[in-house]
RNA sequence: GCUGAUGUAGCUCAGUCGGUAGAGCACCUCAUUGGUAAUGAGGAGGUAGGCAGUUCGAAUCUGCUCAUCAGCUCCA
């Protein structure tokens, strides 16, 4: 049989040699690396024999689809511990993920801590035990025969699911047998480095209807080293968790008197403040005019905008002077009834209009952590209000200021294009129209994107901007949604060169997506050290000595009056004490003065980051800090 | 909302078999005036998330409830 290889290059082996057996005459080195092959493109078992001409990649470790059948493997040795320790388990689904693997189980008896112990030290010896892997087909009635002989009600389930012509196979390891398209490794000696990490609830099938199982999570990789690593992020990683900085950093708290309502505290305030101002700044100059309108408003305008059939399950709702009102979970009707109050030419548009907008959701108890899951946000919200024909240009100018906020703070970030949802309002036309629009500015931008089928607002199709945590989680930060349903619902109108009046088309976009969240993303990234242009307090004037706080008092007040956050420690402590607590506080810079500064009129500066930067007059320290506040460097 | 876990001073945590609460940091006072990540001594501070129950007696056991954490579902 003739093979080729990725470098075109193509050579004849005898018919039935499997992948691995190829690759071991190629070098020892390639068949060790080996986890799992592409034959033809497409992902397959290195161990199976190989019949006919193909094309074959070697996937190792380095490759996305060698990790997954590393760790799908993992996943299945998972499930042959379980069913070795429970038998009356039955098996669900257990698949790959990005971090390792998991598995789902339904057992009557939850699983304990314990038992998470036991099932890894059982899943090592099922690793020792080096059991190979053979796969089989079976004939669609066969194979649900097969899984109702073995009282496994879930994997019947997934082959009645399966198209017609799918072919149904397994994976055999031992007496293990497991429902699987593959590929795995050749045995389960192949492989080690396994940790199971925690337990979880998880619906069948994903769906809140259906029985919640237990999902076992775990990792595993191919070196000792890379585990080790990957566990000692995780508990580096905790450490930045913006709800623990939050408190240490003094900045904001959620108290048990007001779930998902956060508290900001003054150094908090500053940093909102300051992203405030960013916003304001950067939106004047792209032609945006700020609104600020209300929290509540009444019912007949929910019932229009169609947030009353269908978000009411988010909202909160309250009587006055026995009338429904509503409180706001968006803000797209303040921005429509502020469009209305007047007749718009198309000589206005496009109308930008942004506000700052604390909304209030009601979202279940079980979704909200920190500030990235909270009820009550402010959006930095902006509506923008144009004809057909600007929609290219100010979706595209939309994008830029995406890229331009991101940049500032250093983000990566995952871009997402939502289609349309089950319960939504319009035509199929209008949707199509609009997510095409979408589409194509992602397209010239050269933007890459995933497409999230059927995860848009019920007003129109959108692209989600997402931002990592810490652990790498990824929140949706910045959206930009394109609507044609509100402009019709509420008969919005602007006058044309025609005198007629045409319908103009709306974009709802948020950059921060919610000031809280942001913040909460921000604080993770940085680790609680903001640039100097956020710090809380940029520089902190320690003394050494008391003979020198007049001096202090001084400097601080002449950093106040250049416009900077400074603040004093005069407290009776050893400089040592004073710089590990502002160290600790992430403060930018520590201006040192004793005895000889004074005499000298100078500060003996120390960067938080590079620490002891030696003396320097205050005037020179000024222009220092001014510099990188006004760059906003990280 | 669902599954599981957790809930002790402002923070981080300890507390053997149910016998009536302990440390470090922070805070206050005093001494000390010291050069780039913790000076020393003393003091004050909690009725154990909340409610109910079992018990002679509960932080420790039970039930309910609230909140938090992990995940699911949902979402900015």
Redo the contacts with the bound molecule.
């Keep these: 049989m003739k093979i080729t290889f990725p470098d075109g290059s193509a050579r004849e082996y005898a018919d039935g040699m499997t992948a691995l057996e190829i690759a071991a005459e190629i070098s020892p080195r390639l068949a060790k690396a080996t986890l799992v092959c592409e034959l033809d493109g497409k992902l397959a078992d290195a161990f199976r024999p190989i019949s006919g001409d193909h094309t074959v990649r070697f996937l190792d470790w380095k490759e996305e689809g060698g990790r997954w059948g590393y760790r799908h493997t993992a996943s299945h040795i998972l499930a042959q511990a379980v069913k070795r320790l429970f038998p009356d388990v039955t098996l669900a689904i257990g698949p790959a993920i990005d971090t390792g693997f998991?598995y789902d189980f339904d057992k009557p008896e939850?699983?304990?801590?314990d038992d998470l112990t036991k099932i890894e030290e059982e899943m090592e010896r099922i690793s020792r035990e080096d059991l190979s892997l053979e796969r089989f087909e079976l004939p669609r009635e066969e194979a649900i025969r097969y899984m109702q002989e073995k009282g496994e009600p879930y994997k019947v389930e997934l082959i009645q699911d399966l198209p017609e012509d799918a072919i149904i196979s397994f994976y055999k390891q031992g007496d293990f047998v497991d429902l699987c398209a593959g590929p795995h490794m050749q045995s389960t000696g192949k492989v080690k480095n396994m940790k199971l990490?925690?337990?979880?609830?998880?619906?069948w099938r994903?769906?809140?209807k259906n029985k919640?199982l237990?999902?076992i999570?775990g990792t595993a990789f191919e070196k000792k080293a890379d585990l080790d690593e990957y566990l000692f992020r995780m508990e580096e990683a905790k450490k930045r968790?913006h709800?623990?900085l939050g408190?240490?950093l003094d900045l904001f708290d959620?108290h048990?008197e007001g779930?998902?309502f956060p508290f900001f505290y003054p150094n908090g305030m500053v940093i909102r403040n300051g992203l405030e101002n960013f916003w304001r700044e950067q939106h004047q100059k792209r032609g945006y005019k700020e609104l600020r309108t209300p929290i509540i408003l009444n019912r007949d305008l929910w019932i229009r905008s169609g947030h009353w059939d269908h978000y009411k399950n988010?909202m909160y709702f309250t009587k006055i002077d026995d009338m429904d009102y509503a409180v706001k979970p968006m803000n797209c009707p303040g921005a429509i009834l502020s469009y209305k109050r007047k007749i718009y030419s198309y000589r206005d548009l496009p109308e930008r209009l942004a506000e700052l907008g604390l909304v209030h959701?009601h979202?279940?108890?079980?979704?909200?952590?920190?500030?990235?899951?909270?009820?009550c946000?402010t959006?930095d919200d902006a509506h923008i209000f144009m004809t057909p024909e600007q929609i290219r240009p100010e979706l595209l100018g939309v994008i830029e200021k995406f890229q331009y906020f991101y940049g500032t703070f250093g983000f990566k970030y995952y871009v997402e294009l939502?289609t349309r949802?089950e319960n939504s309002m319009g035509s199929d036309e209008q949707w199509e129209e609009a997510t095409d629009a979408l589409r194509a500015a992602l397209d010239a931008c050269g933007l890459p994107y995933k497409v999230n089928e059927g995860?848009g607002?019920f007003y129109g199709p959108?692209i989600?901007?997402?931002l990592e945590d810490a652990?790498g989680?990824t929140?949706?930060?910045?959206?930009i949604q394109l609507d044609f349903q509100m402009p019709e619902r509420f008969d919005l109108t602007y006058v044309g060169a025609d005198n007629e009046k045409h319908r103009p088309v709306m974009i709802h976009t948020?950059v921060?997506?919610?000031i809280?969240?942001?913040i909460g993303i921000l604080t993770e990234h940085c680790a609680g050290a903001f640039p100097a242009w956020l710090a809380p307090v940029q520089a902190k004037v320690l003394?050494?000595?008391?003979?020198a706080n007049d001096r202090a008092a001084q400097v601080r007040d002449m950093l106040r009056e250049a416009g900077m956050r400074a603040e004093c420690d005069l407290?009776?402590?050893?400089?040592?004490?004073k710089?590990?607590?502002a160290?600790?506080q992430k403060v930018p810079y520590?201006l040192?003065?004793?005895?000889?500064?004074v005499e000298q009129g100078v500060l003996?500066?120390?960067s938080?980051r590079e620490?002891?930067l030696?003396?320097m007059t205050p005037e020179a320290f000024v222009q220092k800090l001014q510099k990188e506040i006004d760059e906003k460097q990280n």
């Design positions: 998991y939850p699983f304990s801590a990490m925690s337990l979880a609830g998880a619906y994903g769906s809140e919640m237990q999902r999570y968790d709800r623990k408190r240490e959620i048990d779930p998902g988010n959701r979202e279940l108890s079980g979704a909200l952590h920190g500030l990235m899951r909270v009820r946000f959006q939502s949802p995860d607002a959108k989600d901007f997402h652990i989680r929140w949706q930060c910045g959206t948020v921060f997506g919610s809280e969240r942001f003394t050494i000595t008391d003979r407290r009776n402590e050893k400089v040592g004490f710089i590990r607590e160290q600790m520590m040192v003065i004793g005895d000889k500064e003996a500066v120390r938080r620490g002891d030696g003396t």
